[in-house]
């Protein structure tokens, strides 16, 4: 289903109930909401084997339960929880993550999103863009200042709210599959929210304190994103050692030719080495939820996601680029 979408450069429509029949849509939902209840250390393992079939795939599972469904369940009152994490454990509900704007990407401070309160609740207006899942959701983590604050002011402080996307007022629009190159079956989109009433039980953590919910969220998905490359790699070096075995040239399989041990033998190393990151990571994350007042744990756990991700990014893109060498003029077609 994967290859055949990704051909056909769409998102790929199996994926949703393929992960229900097999149960995969909550896999690091805590039981009593319906999850599996996976520690950082399997849930992460999951998405590594899961990201074997694709980044797309993969990234249909972190936006749905890294950053969607986890903030949720860190943040979120009892009656939030009750509301949307069953029904996305079952794949009755998709989740994302908005908080990338079309000006303010990798620095939140410039966003210009904003939420005024009145008696029933709160009202949002503004524009989120590149958002995973955005044109399939049925609710939105959301980030927003509040409205009539300037700049500076020690009031303006960034406060998240789930957003159901039937709202009134709320409009998305998915991009282009040929608009990004590398994961055509991702759903990506851009949203805009037009005065949509948002409950005052939709509030997630506290009025204010929204920066700390997306930088929360940002370690789970950035771990995500490393265990996703680890599966990728793994997938390459699969791929590369059979091919390796069972194409000749110069009257012997391939993978007695020193240029092309050398490149699997990369590709391990890349594997290895991810895979040490991820985990290490996985299980400090683990330690720091189980001691959540432990301040330098959690520092601890922010930079190695970090180290996590930038290292297995980078890994997975060199043992991708080995594999088609291995696999020559048929690599490249």
Known sequence: H????????????????????????????????????????SYFRALARIGREGTGVRTFFS??????????????????KRKYLPAAARGDAVLAFGLTEPDAGSNPREMTTTYAADADGYVLNGVKYLISNGGVADAVVVFAYPAGLAAGDPARRVTAFVVDTKADG?????????????????????????????????????????????????????????????GVIEDCLAEAVEYAKTRTQ????????????????RIELARVASEALVERAAALKDASEAAPADRELARRVDLLAAEAK??????????????VQVWGGRGWS
């Open 170 to 230: 709320f409009a998305a629009e998915s991009f282009a599959a040929n608009a990004k190159m590398g994961m055509p079956t991702a759903n990506t989109a851009m949203f805009q929210m037009e005065n949509v009433r948002v409950p005052r039980e939709h509030l997630l953590g506290e009025d204010g304190g929204g920066l700390r919910v997306a930088m929360g969220s940002l370690v789970s998905g950035r771990l995500s994103v490393a265990a996703g490359c680890l």
């Open 310 to 323: 930038f290292f297995a990014t980078n890994a997975a893109w060199d043992a991708a680029d080995r594999a």
């Open 63 to 80: 936006g749905h339960l890294s950053i969607g469904a986890y903030p949720i369940q860190a943040w979120g009152s009892e009656a939030l």
């Open 2 to 41: 994967e290859e055949l979408a990704y051909a056909e450069r769409r998102f790929n429509d199996q994926l949703l109930p393929l992960a229900k029949k097999y149960d995969l849509l909550g896999v690091n939902v805590r039981p009593e909401y319906g999850g599996r209840g996976a520690d950082n250390v």
């Open 250 to 265: 110069h009257g012997k399989e391939i993978g007695r030719h020193q240029l092309v041990q050398e490149h699997i033998a």
